[in-house]
């Protein structure tokens, strides 16, 4: 395995294709397949085959002109290019509707993440059930971030709570973290931010129609 | 109004990214701003400017070079670009723990969306309001979709039953779906979907971390 293999300076926006590459390619690799092209991948995503080949020049040697990409070969490369060959304890804030809804998402096992904790500020929520967890008290954050050595987090707290949640986050050691709430977070430098905005995905569809 | 803005053939990688752009200028006028630039937004997307004036050239006018883009115009013609300078009717389908957040969202107002119904299969939860609705029987899903014209549906079902919903939606004449259940859907050419995966989103960002 090359160690020279995460490149720097690739453009963010390159990163931001490569999860929606590997989806689909355990989509690939569970239908069977062995073997695909940037043809192939461009249509199924919608992004041309020129783009995905270069967006994966950036890290070497995945492929080989006319011969396709080896699926199984390609997923595990990307899968240490993304730093997720290992799995990352996540916490998740609140333990309302939403936060149940996330902690039951299936979706997490075998793609780097597990949710190890879930909290919460209100004592009615605290000590009871969410999937599988306990519900532990936001105030003991420092101190749970610390014994998982926590880097990464969720956030499913309301809009108006959002801010002070990231701030108490960040300052027990969370590096990167998923807002679900609708609202845009103040971070420092070397923290990451991401939002899960539906509005965003319908907006993009209703171009389409009539 | 220019009645031509509505170039065709517009990559849809291109059109994936005008929501965002929308969203960035939307905080931008709230911030009281009135005029930015690609640079500016390109700091704040992490996307280069060449790639944003690129984009918005395929529309053609939004900015004149070393003016600027005026923030008010632009969000007009991007919201006629996107044809949610209406609203849309949208379908939610599953009154779970997920439903009930996503009809408890605040971040739809005023982005062009209003959900007007919930619908459920369990006896348990149809006639048990969520949000202000009140849940309606799946089995009355082409009455629904026909009486408020709906196009546009969220999926909030659990991944087993996801394509068999799909399947009735489509049947019933919605034309797009966003989908919450981690599961790739079937859909016929003229349908529509994207889907809520917060994998992708954590992935995007454990590749910074150490």
Redesign the interface.
Known sequence: MPSNIISSNI???V??R???Y??ALT?LAQEGREVTSSHELGQRL???SA?IRKDLSHFGGFGKQGTGYQIGYLIDQLKQ????DRE?E?ALIGA???G???A?????SD???RICCVLDSDPQKIGHHVGKHVVQPFADLEKVIAEYDI??A?I?VP?QNAQEVADQLIKAGV??M?NYA?I?LNVPQGV?V????????????????D
Do not use: C, E
């Open positions: 453009p963010d926006i990163i931001g490569l999860p929606i590997l989806r989509r919608g992004i041309s783009q290019v993304l730093k997720i990352w996540v309302g509707d939403l149940h809804a996330v039951n998402y299936r979706g997490f793609r780097g993440f880097k990464v969720m499913a809009a590096r990167a998923l609708p845009s990451y991401q939002y899960i905005d539906p509005v965003v995905h319908l907006q993009r569809m209703t171009y389409y129609l």
